[in-house]
């Protein structure tokens, strides 16, 4: 089947959940952080909608404000203008709604790898027993039920990253956001993480927003690539320049003819935004 690519309109906002996923809506959102002579416009009009149990790249050039929606979107900062919503719900700060996955794995190193899995949901109120079963069901998804007693330092960097992502999804979260998560790691590992977050995704349906500088990266894991220019240097804010559906069948090949397709014309509006 030939695939085509063309970039999409961004959709009318909905407020229509599906568990355990949960739609996301961003619509005329600003961001503005104050600068040494003036504040500096970071996102100015951004409009973006990612239906429930979908998993989207977002990718750019450096400085165009990918990190920052990302930040938006786990209520970590408020937006200077605009509404978030997930699932029909303004976002108005952090919540077990979301789990957010690092390059920096986060993990406390005196506390075993289920005890930093099972610290979130201790947190939101569970008894030790029922927190124990939740992180034990989480391990078990990213496949280290048997590293359960293990403490970060006796674990390579793609455990503590596995840890580090089941600890995210204990909380059953509704929606997963992934800032470079495999950037730090080797190809190898990469690549194996890569399959992992594929099953991950097929088994929860968490929707997933994933921020990565690898295009080859964000072709393989998604259903959509957005793709985001201006910041620093550019002399424009963030912005959407394309929002592209991937339309090509899972297990993906890498070398594959329409793979490599994708994967030039997202290069090339990325480094048309650079040049």
């Known amino acids: 089947m ?44 951004l409009d973006l909608h990612i239906e429930a149990g979908q998993f989207v790249s977002i990718v750019g050039a450096s400085g165009c404000g990918k990190s920052t ?49 099972a610290y979130g949901p201790r947190r939101n109120g569970m008894s030790r027993k029922e927190a124990r079963a939740v992180a034990g069901d989480a391990l078990a998804l990213v496949g280290l039920e048997t590293a359960a007693g293990r403490f970060p330092g006796q674990l390579s960097g793609g455990m503590q990253q596995r840890v580090a992502i089941a600890r995210a999804l204990a909380n059953r979260p509704s929606v997963l956001l992934m800032d470079e998560p495999f950037g730090a790691l080797d190809a190898m590992t990469r ?16 929707t997933t927003v994933f921020i990565t500088h690898s295009v ?13 220019a201006g910041g620093a240097g550019s ?12 339309e090509l069948p899972r297990p993906r090949d890498i070398n594959a003819t329409e793979f490599n397709r994708y994967e030039r014309a997202i290069s090339g509006l990325i480094h048309g935004d650079e040049s």
């Open 191 to 206: 690549s194996s993480l890569q399959e992992e977050l594929t099953r991950i995704h097929r088994e929860t349906g968490t």
């Open 69 to 117: 929606l990302l930040r938006l979107l786990a209520g970590f900062e408020t937006a200077t203008d605009g509404v978030i919503e997930l699932g029909g719900v303004p976002v108005r700060g952090p919540g077990p709604d979301r789990g957010v996955v690092f390059q920096d794995y986060g993990l406390f190193p005196w506390r075993t790898s289920m005890e930093n899995v």
């Open 235 to 246: 002399g424009l804010c963030g912005h959407v320049i394309a929002d592209i559906d991937i």
């Open 2 to 45: 030939t695939t085509t690519l063309e970039s999409r309109p961004v959709p009318a906002s909905s407020s229509t959940t599906s568990a355990p996923g949960a739609a996301i809506s961003v619509r005329g959102v600003e961001m503005r952080f104050p600068g040494k002579d003036s504040d500096v416009l970071a996102l100015s009009g």
């Open 216 to 228: 080859e990266e964000a072709v393989n894991l998604s259903d959509r690539v957005i793709v985001m």
